[in-house]
DNA sequence: CTCAAAACTTAGATTATGTCTAATTTGATA
DNA sequence: TATCAAATTAGACATAATCTAAGTTTTGAG
């Protein structure tokens, strides 16, 4: 996804393309991973432009309410964020808190009954475990 | 559930059952919501034994290790609490934060392909959407 | 173009939530 | 009953996130 497209993709969500906002959804765009707003600041104040604290957390809010980003709370730690882009679930490592993506696949949604009053905007599934990294570690902890 | 339900619980588990962890695991068994730990130290509290800020953070967490407890991450605010009874999935309002239950339903497995070496302990669910209290203000917006 | 309003950014204070420390108390069991 | 690991405690500390009040930039009406 070149400029031009996040920059269109940030003003068809009625938000202005700024310097610092649009560091921050590029950085996301370009990032695969599940970056937390403390990285997301630290990675867009290596190179200009330059942006406050508040300022990524404000844009990370309204690119969240804009629907083009999505915000993952993890238990015990700091919220993590991904663009958007193909639909996709998440699995959460018990150990280490890492997010990964996971392939998407349709879920079953509840029944009219079971939903009530309430209005349904999305269902996601949440896979937990350990990653690849801390799969093996934990396996052998009575043998290391 | 009465008390000597919730005294084999915790002894089941390699739990000792003192007054302060028996009395998070009572409260959690007997209200059906979702609270938040500081809403727990309030309610156990409220009655003999007192229970210190430490020691109720130190068994939530003791009681979500030994699997008799679920925590529930929710974007942008506190930790929210349930004793595992019956399996089931989770409603987030996306305005008031409110968690609630949703009968439990399968949830399709990953391809061993697509989980790599990644360990899965579990599979849930969660709906995203507006609660039965918020969905009729917000869709009145522009009435009022 | 000009200017006022709205949107945005900023540094730093503040709040909210959760963890840690070091001293004390409790309770299972030998 | 003596022992000692487990548990509790008050309050300091840490971390993540939000708020405030002032300044800057963009927009668009006139
Ligand atoms: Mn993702
Ligand atoms: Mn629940
Ligand atoms: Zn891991
Ligand atoms: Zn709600």
Redesign the interface.
Known sequence: MDGEAIKRLLEGSGLRCTAQRYAVMAFLVEHAGHPTAAEIFEAVNRLDPRSSRATTYNNLRDLVQAGLVR??????RA?RFDAKGMRHHH?IC?RCGEV?D??W????R?GSG?L?????????????????KC??R??SRKVS
């Open positions: 915000e993952v709370a993890v238990e015990g919220a699995f018990d990964e996971m392939e696949c349709d879920v079953p509840p079971s009530g009053k309430r209005v349904l905007r999305e269902c996601e599934i949440i896979f937990r475990g350990l990653c690849a799969a093996p934990h396996a």
